[in-house]
DNA sequence: ATATCAATTGGAACGCCGTTCCATGAATGT
DNA sequence: ACATTCATGGAACGGCGTTCCAATTGATAT
């Protein structure tokens, strides 16, 4: 009972067409992922799209899942909790900064094995770390918020600029407005021109994740 | 020289437009909002609309900015920094609650005048609260990535269920499904179902936010 | 009062989208 | 060889954001 996936060599599959929406809104962004766009692509018409995907959430689901798991897998399963979750964090900001579109539909499908990857590998680190046992949930529910809360803040981002956008000059055009704030009403964000201006995404998504994990390292 | 704002009681507005705009996105979701749905609700043309408004980004983000303007005019002004900070979120986590649509908005427009007082309410408050300089920046970036982080996700929750759905029915199927994973793979979100089950989301957000002033508490 | 003119309106029309439908072609079982 | 199932590609549908424009309204000048 010969598989029929090959009998052709040029058939379509869910895993090409995946492949082909991944390079479309990576190109794109997330408004160049069509149907029609993707039937070009793949030389087809859209019908036989539909045959092998139910609709454009269960296209944009998969290719979330496999921008995620490619992530995960590449995640070292020997660190210790603290730096398991730091790593696990970085590949996932890693991966969304790659594709900023995954930012936007990453919470929108959290039975998707691979969330459960996830939540799993911060949860169990937290055990890990020795969290007590009440404070299980709040810990992770914090640190699962703040990633992909991160994320979903990339992927505005992403939304805002033209992807060639030059990221330094939009910064540096908001650090300038923001300077020029009224000093009695904007005290802080004056001050915080500067920071803004000079910082990096990733160090800076780091950074708060430290925060976190200190403020669960005081619960005893 | 009179304004002609007035010149007919009936006549458009930008402010009838939003507030409108504002009615239909609570009442049908983020979809709801649509060109002919508000010409239908004002009795009148798309065209007409478009004399007011640039175009759906506008209206969203003016739609956005009114309910983030009366979140904020809601919190008290005498409250002790840390305190501020909770009220702070919790307006916002509350406004977003009532109207899940801000939600997914709320980050696409960091320059709108509502945004800075928010992220000057928050920094205003870590400088009051004592946070030495050189961590202003990463205790503020962690807050409000967490805070519009959740903001995020209600919107993707809401996004997710119908508008009625029954959501501790829906919260029990997945502590359901999570009590049934495979205890060697998954031991720690078989652990996790009953708080899922049983959490409230606002307490939830609390319990975090409270996780990350503690771990910027450890910063001196 | 009337004429003039810019501000404003309402709705038709355009192009694109996701999705459905279906006539056709290709592989397989008998 | 046929019948059957799987798979394809493209036409067609309804709805969207947006643009365009003829008609109307109200303010102003005469």
Redesign the pocket.
Known sequence: ??K??D??G????KEKIVAAAILLLDAEGE?????????AR???????????V??????LAAATGTIITQALDGVAPDLDPRQGIRALALRLFDAIDAHPWVGAQVSREPWQPAMLRIFEGIGGRLMALGVPQPAWFDAWSVLVNYIFGVAGQNAANARLHAPDTDRSAALATIAARWAQLDAAEYPFLRQLAGPLRDHDDRDQFLAGLDLILAGIGTVR
Do not use: V
């Open positions: 009972m010969t029929r996936a009998r052709r040029d058939a379509l599959s408004g160049g992922l069509t149907f029609r766009a993707l039937a793949l030389a087809t018409g859209s019908g036989a799209i539909y045959w092998h139910a609709d454009k959430g269960d296209l």
